[in-house]
């Protein structure tokens, strides 16, 4: 048996306000009124395609990582590198060592469900276990309709033989080139076609064809489709085309636009992670991606769906979330205006990539020492124990900190260093373990912070450099909700 052996998902804590977008631009455009209620998830400054890969990862591995884990895909459509192995950044974050294959998928709003039948595909062959992730961070002009309709998100998946909690049933792809928007080489915003076409031309025409095909090669009745996840912005599409082929009313689900909008090429996985969650063993669970044809997937859950630990999922970021009703604060953070940030903005933040790759695991993985002898541990690993005791040279061995729970021991809100959120806030971090240093703070408000509050590590970006189109990662502290 092969399929999904566990899930995880991310949604950024903060979610904008239609109303605050439609306040700031009916004047201009007054047709974004019909999409005014709700909220779309929107990254803090410091969150990208890659960064939100990491959490929904760590959410779907919180309770074990295969060890036959083999192969890591990354699929998105606003990678941070054009050319740098994103999924290869993802794996040094996560600790999961080099002896992987890694790869981007990309392209296509199609690519999350298009890398996830290869994948299974390639696991068909080879055996082990692969994790896959699907993230997109969009940016649209301000103004328009997908501005609105857009969100971020991300979602994870580990595949493979061992407890699979929803058995791949088949598969079925239509490559058809029908563009509904695009956007090309060196472009920053999609370029969308009119909507009544799309609807009639494609989805009306594409999707139902594709489903034809699965229906016939998975030996499976519409009507026994328990859960239909289908991604669309189109108002009804989803139910008009189940009806169209006969899957049940009752079985389509909510593409969850007025809680987060849709989340690009992650949209099909973040809405089979929310089916998962509440899924119960021997449904059939039906998956479309669509984007320059059309990708159609059926898995069935099994009883060990049940035995699943808990986990975040898409629900549980939902329900952590907070209302942002700054629209000014959204396009800074997207760079969607141009802003005075100030002389203190205006400093070389060139990488020396010779000191990233020696201090990769440290940078990018959160990785200190142990003392082998004594058992202290400290961040950074150094070549002596800091333990005035013990003292010992060479005996540090490599000790994740990314996973440990810390709390606040001392903080500081910072008014004078520049942040593109100010004031900037940081300080001492003190891990459950033992071990402590000076961090960087992450989404918190003004006078939410205090000496003891508990505390997660998150990766982050650390700095732009936009002169020489690089981003620097690294681990900041955030409050955790799960001990609050």
Avoid at 112 to 118: D, N, Q
Avoid at 156 to 161: N, V
Avoid at 191 to 203: F, L, M, P, V
Wanted: charged share 20%.
């Amino acid at each position: 048996m092969l399929g999904i052996t566990a899930y995880g998902g991310y949604v950024p804590r903060l979610r904008l306000s239609r109303q605050a977008m439609l306040e700031a631009n009916a004047w201009l455009n007054p047709a974004i009124k019909r999409y005014a209620k709700g909220h779309r998830s929107m990254c803090n400054w410091d969150e990208d395609a890659l960064t939100m890969a990491v959490e929904a990862a760590r959410d779907c591995l919180a309770d074990a990582r295969p060890a036959d884990l083999a192969s890591i895909y990354l699929a998105s459509t606003t990678l941070p590198f054009a050319d740098r192995n994103n999924a290869g950044v993802l794996t040094t974050a996560l600790g999961l060592g080099t002896a992987l294959s890694t790869l981007d998928i990309t392209s296509s709003q199609r690519a999350g469900t298009s890398g996830l039948v290869a994948a299974l595909r390639a696991l068909k062959g080879a055996g082990g276990s692969a994790l896959y992730v699907a993230s997109d961070k969009r940016r649209t002009k301000s103004a328009g309709t997908h501005e609105l309709l857009y969100g971020d998100g991300a979602a994870a998946l580990t595949l493979g033989s061992n407890g699979v909690i929803a058995e791949w049933i088949g598969a079925h792809q239509l490559a058809v080139d029908f563009v509904d928007h695009y956007r090309g080489q060196n472009e920053a915003f999609d370029y969308n076609w009119e909507e009544r076409w799309i609807r009639d031309e494609g989805y009306a025409k594409i999707v139902p064809q594709a489903l034809e095909g699965l229906f016939a090669a998975a030996d499976v009745e519409p009507a026994e489709v328990d859960c239909f996840v289908m991604p669309c912005v189109l108002g009804q599409i989803p139910r008009q085309i189940a009806k169209r082929v006969g899957i049940r009313e009752e079985a389509v689900r909510d593409t969850m636009h007025a809680v987060m909008g849709e989340s690009g090429t992650a949209h099909s996985l973040v809405m089979l992670v929310d089916a998962l969650a509440e899924a119960i063993p021997g449904q059939i669970i039906l998956v479309i991606g669509w984007g320059q044809g059309c990708d159609a997937l059926l898995f069935r859950t099994t009883d060990a769906l049940a035995a699943l630990p808990p986990r975040a999922g898409i629900k549980g970021h939902l329900t952590r979330g907070r209302e942002e009703t700054n629209y000014i604060k959204y396009l800074t953070f997207n760079n969607l205006v141009t802003q005075d940030l100030g002389f203190r903005s205006e400093v070389d933040k060139q990488t020396a990539l010779t000191t990233l790759w020696r201090k990769k695991d440290m940078l990018l993985g959160l990785v200190g020492g142990k003392c082998r002898v004594c058992g202290t541990v400290q961040f950074p690993k150094t070549n002596v124990c800091v333990n005035p005791n013990c003292g010992d040279f060479h005996t540090q061995e490599d000790y994740g900190f990314a996973d440990i729970p810390a709390k606040v021991l001392t903080w500081t809100a910072d008014g004078l260093t520049f942040s593109f959120d100010p004031p900037a806030h940081y300080g001492m971090v003190q891990f459950e373990e033992g071990g402590q240093f000076v961090a960087d703070f992450t989404d918190v408000d003004v006078g939410s912070v205090d000496v003891g509050m508990p505390m997660r590590m998150v990766f982050r970006v650390r700095d732009y450099d936009d002169q020489r189109g690089f981003r620097k990662y690294f681990w900041k502290a955030a409050p955790d909700p799960a001990r609050s």
